[in-house]
């Protein structure tokens, strides 16, 4: 069974740019997360999607938001990026909502 | 939401020392789990474990529910052990698992 797959791995962005990572979960998975991994803040929650739906969202400016596809894909976008938007973003998988999670590789991002 | 609390933040030991981490939280959970973050940023599932104990190799957690506190266990260290380990925790209100600062662990040759 194929793992949570993060894409890209790598991203260099300019301050003012947009950017968008994507998220495959775990076959039969229905729920998908996102974190924002930083040295200073930690891991800290983004948000949730089940079946299309955004269900919870963390305490982040409207720049960051997501989606969440037909096929459980999802996407995060973030506009206007900011230096401090460099973080590594970690998406988690679970079967169904307060289960056990699995996270992708995760896309690190670096904004210059 | 639930606050979750790591210690200690460091720990450093010698090969085949014995250590247990712990995760204190702040409210009942529904959700569990303890990581382990390897080098390139993933962070690898050790237990998902809300209540009870579990045991896999040199590692074992136990959760008492009750008083909401989580144990990690690492027997006979391995060089190999060495990084971060988080808890993380979720409650029956929300979807979002809160993670602890994590400790840094260092085993030495």
């Known amino acids: 069974k194929a793992g949570v797959t993060q894409t890209p791995r790598y991203l260099i962005k300019t301050r003012g740019q947009q950017v968008t990572l994507s998220c495959s979960p775990i076959s039969g998975h229905r729920s998908v997360s996102w974190y924002q991994q930083t040295p200073g803040q930690g891991l800290q929650f983004l948000f949730e999607?089940?079946?299309?739906?955004?269900?919870n969202k963390g305490n982040f400016p409207g720049r960051f938001s997501g989606r969440q596809f037909s096929n459980s894909r999802s996407e995060m976008n973030v506009s206007t990026l900011e230096l401090g938007d460099s973080a590594l973003y970690l998406c988690?998988?679970?079967?169904?909502?307060?289960?056990?999670?699995?996270f992708g590789q995760g896309t690190r991002l670096t904004v210059v | 939401g639930i606050q979750v609390e790591q210690s200690p933040p460091d720990l450093i030991l010698q090969e085949g020392a014995n250590s247990t981490l712990r995760c204190n939280f702040s409210?009942?959970?529904?959700?569990l789990q303890w990581f382990h973050q390897n080098p390139w940023g993933q962070l690898i599932n050790l237990f998902y474990?809300?209540?009870g104990t579990k045991q896999n190799g040199r590692l074992s957690a136990t959760t008492v529910a009750t008083e909401r506190y989580s144990l990690l266990y690492i027997s006979s260290s391995q060089t190999t052990d060495s990084g971060v380990y988080f808890c993380?925790?979720?409650?029956?209100?929300?979807?979002?698992?809160?993670f602890g600062a994590g400790t840094r662990l260092t085993v030495k040759p």
């Open positions: 993380a925790a979720d409650d029956y209100n929300n979807n979002d698992m809160r």
């Open positions: 409210d009942s959970v529904n959700n």
């Open positions: 474990i809300p209540s």
């Open positions: 999607y089940f079946s299309e739906t955004q269900r």
């Open positions: 988690a998988s679970t079967q169904q909502s307060n289960t056990e999670a699995f």
